[in-house]
C-alpha cells in the first residue's frame, strides 16, 4: 500500500532557501536521489522509508494551488486521505519546533487551505515552525524571505528530525508521533 507525503512549497530557485520552502525541505531530506520524476503537476520520487512504499511529492503549482497537484496524485495512485502526510510551513510556531496533527484546519496556510478544499481535513500534516512575522513586515514577504543566518541552524535541526519522525509515524501511527515530537 502506497502511502503519499507532500512536500508544500514554491517552485523555482528563487523561492528555495525560503520560509515558505520548508515543506520542500522536509521532502528532499527523505528523498534517495536527485533523481526527480515530473507527474500531476509534482515532483514525484518513490522511496521505502520503515518497509513501507513512498511517493515523495514537490507539488510544482505554487503554494495557493497546491491541492490540484495532491487530489491528481490521489486519484492517479488510488490513495486514501489516512495515506497522505503533508508537511508545511508554520508562522505560529517558532523556528526549529514541529507540530504533527492527525487533521485539522488548515491554520491560515494557504497550501493546506487548497487541500482542504480538495479533499477534505482527514489527512495528518507536519507543520514545520517558520517563525513569527516581526513588526512592520507584511506576511507574504515575511513567508517568502530567505531563512536568516540566525534562524537557520534551527530549521536544519527541525529538517534533520523529519527521517526519525516518519519511521515513528509509518511504525506506530500518529500519535507515537505526536507524543515523540510535539513536546
Known amino acids: 500500500m502506497l502511502h503519499l507525503f507532500v512536500g508544500l512549497g514554491n517552485p523555482g530557485q528563487k523561492y528555495a532557501n525560503t520560509r515558505h520552502n520548508l515543506g520542500f525541505m522536509a521532502i528532499d531530506s527523505l528523498a534517495e536521489n536527485s533523481i526527480w520524476k515530473n507527474e500531476c503537476k509534482a515532483e514525484t520520487q518513490k522511496v521505502s522509508i520503515a518497509g513501507k512504499e513512498i511517493l515523495l511529492a514537490k507539488p510544482q503549482t505554487f503554494m495557493n ?19 497522505l502526510l503533508v508537511f508545511s510551513d508554520d508562522i505560529n510556531l517558532a523556528c526549529g519546533k ?11 496556510q494557504n497550501g493546506l487551505k487548497s487541500i482542504i478544499e480538495k479533499i477534505g481535513q482527514n489527512f495528518a500534516r507536519i507543520r514545520i515552525g517558520a517563525g513569527k512575522c516581526p ?8 513567508v517568502l524571505s530567505a531563512i536568516s543566518k540566525e534562524d537557520k541552524p534551527l530549521c536544519e535541526q527541525a529538517i534533520g528530525k523529519i527521517k526519525v519522525l ?14 515523540l515530537f510535539n513536546g
Open 98 to 108: 514541529i507540530r504533527v496533527r492527525p487533521g485539522g484546519s488548515a491554520g491560515g
Open 166 to 179: 516518519c519511521q515513528e509515524y509509518l511504525t506506530n501511527g500518529i500519535e507515537a508521533a505526536q507524543n
Open 135 to 142: 513588526p512592520n513586515w507584511e506576511l507574504i514577504n515575511w
Open 65 to 83: 494551488l497546491s491541492g490540484e497537484s495532491v487530489l491528481a496524485l490521489m486519484a492517479f495512485y488510488k490513495i486514501k486521505p489516512e495515506h
